[in-house]
């Protein structure tokens, strides 16, 4: 399942840093800082999977010798508080492609997807990037595929170094606001990509309606003692607090139903589960657009060829009037029949005419449809990965339409139960459904219980009615019985 991460932060002389050695360590490559003449050398770490610098179309060509540029920002910046760069560490997702294949660095070009997102983002601004693509270490994670981006905080023109970017006023607010569109951006670059069930979300879990604590990083000693074989104390504290929370959801959503009547719960059951199958249903649509769209293609193609048909086909006359003429030599049909009555002209003539119209009336819905799902398909399209209920709606609309395509509703239908098995977003739809069939079954349960005991007792109440009258002696027996007192007694 793929995960969101971006962490950004900032490379400053005022914090004692080095931009030719951050990149230097970075790209795995041996750069000399002419600042301190201090030679940075880190070729004999695991080599970075790609290095690259992108940059405006007008830079000057030495902007791509790394070496070079980055002694030229710490030249460029020489205050004592001078911000070098601004640094993006990603993880990049291993999840399950659109294609239907694994995204990992062998068959995915993770590449292109960090282009696309610093030339979104930073490059189309006039500023410079420094990528590198790391694979997983050998004893860590195997899928911990990540990239660190350096990009530099001034704007680079034809002439060289330019004014320092700002967005907006600079305030910290345009500040914050600058983060929050970089991480959406990263979202939407990964989630182009994904299969709808391995969407990621930069939003909170608050956010995103999920009711339970947030993971905590667990940092570089951590990671090292678990490489050692050992389990540090912030991974069993945060995995058991993480279970916990889970399973506490489950119960108080078990516990909250439990307190709710058959008729209300029914109720609640119909419209939180609905809710859910609808969002799945317009995910997995949407995921099926490509297919959709064919289909209408297909289905075009067709109604144009039926066209062609009609139009070729006469329109039936108009019924003629009665007239002296006709009397000697009767009256002929469209379709070439004659007749010397009438009335039988007149009703076969009327039947083409209905034939016709009604052959017409239904192409014409037909291209009404196709006209109406191929402006839905577009405006979905353009809607691009928006989940508000405006775009829902349409997703569903365009849906409901694919029921004349039984092959397509049936994709539809088994992709939208997998989307709701398993996508993130839907955990709240799940945790209901979960707890649901639980309460139910016991309900159930308790209910057939009930109506067993109540059948036992009236079998046995049945036997005891129906044993005393047939059987005297032993009614007769019991009392004798009774009647003796124990010698102890005596």
Request: proline content about 3%.
């Amino acid at each position: 399942m793929a995960i969101y991460h971006l962490h950004a932060q900032t490379i400053g002389r005022g914090s004692g840093k080095s931009a030719v050695a951050a990149a230097a360590y970075r790209s795995t490559s041996k750069m000399t800082d002419k600042e301190t003449e201090q030679i940075c050398d880190y070729t004999r770490k695991e080599k970075a999977i790609h290095t690259e610098i992108l940059a405006p179309k007008d830079a000057p060509e030495w902007v791509k010798d790394r070496e070079q540029l980055w002694n030229s920002v710490q030249e460029k910046e020489n205050r004592k508080n001078s911000q070098f760069a601004w640094e993006y560490d990603i993880a990049l997702p291993v999840g399950t492609s659109r294609t239907g294949y694994p995204l990992n660095f062998g068959n995915f070009n993770y590449v292109n997807m960090v282009k696309d997102f610093c030339n979104r983002n930073f490059v189309s601004k006039g500023l410079v990037c420094d990528i590198a693509l790391h694979k997983p270490d050998k004893q860590g994670d195997n899928r911990n595929f990540h990239a660190h981006i350096m990009v530099t905080t001034r704007e680079m023109t034809a002439d060289g170094w330019g004014g320092k970017y700002r967005r907006g006023e600079n305030k910290m607010s345009d500040r914050i606001d600058w983060l929050k569109d970089i991480r959406k951006s990263w979202e939407d670059v990964c989630n182009e990509r994904l299969d709808p069930m391995d969407h990621i979300s930069c939003r909170t879990l608050e956010e995103r309606g999920i009711k339970r604590e947030p993971q905590q990083h667990m940092g570089p000693t951590a990671t090292a003692i678990e490489r050692k074989g050992k389990t540090p104390e912030r991974t069993r504290y945060q995995e058991n607090k993480w279970e916990k929370g889970e399973e506490l959801l489950l119960i108080n959503e078990k516990l909250r139903l439990m307190n709710l009547n058959e008729k209300e719960l029914e109720k609640e059951a119909v419209e939180t589960i609905k809710d859910g199958e609808l969002i799945s249903e317009a995910y997995a649509t949407r995921e099926l657009l490509p297919e959709i769209e064919k289909a209408d293609e297909v289905e075009k193609k067709y109604l144009d060829q039926e066209r062609k048909k009609l139009m070729k086909i006469e329109k039936p006359w108009e019924i003629e009037e009665k007239s002296l003429v006709h009397l000697f030599f009767g009256y002929e049909s469209t379709d070439g029949k004659k007749f010397k009555n009438y009335e039988e002209y007149k009703e076969h003539q009327t039947k083409l005419i209905k034939i016709y119209n009604n052959e017409r009336k239904v192409h014409e819905e037909k291209e009404e449809k196709q006209k109406e799902e191929k402006k839905l398909i577009e405006e979905i399209k353009k809607s691009g990965k928006e989940n508000n209920l405006e775009t829902l709606n349409k997703i569903l609309k365009l849906s409901q339409k694919q029921e004349k395509r039984p092959a397509i509703i049936e994709k539809i239908k088994n992709k939208a139960k997998e989307i709701f098995d398993k996508a993130v977003e839907l955990t709240p739809y799940r945790n209901f459904k979960n707890a649901y069939d639980e309460i139910k079954a016991s309900r159930e349960e308790t209910e057939r219980q009930r109506k067993q005991q109540e059948q036992e007792q009236q079998i046995l109440q049945k036997e005891r009615q129906g044993q005393l009258p047939d059987q005297p002696e032993i009614k007769k027996d019991v009392e004798i019985k009774k009647s003796v007192k124990p010698d102890r007694e005596r």
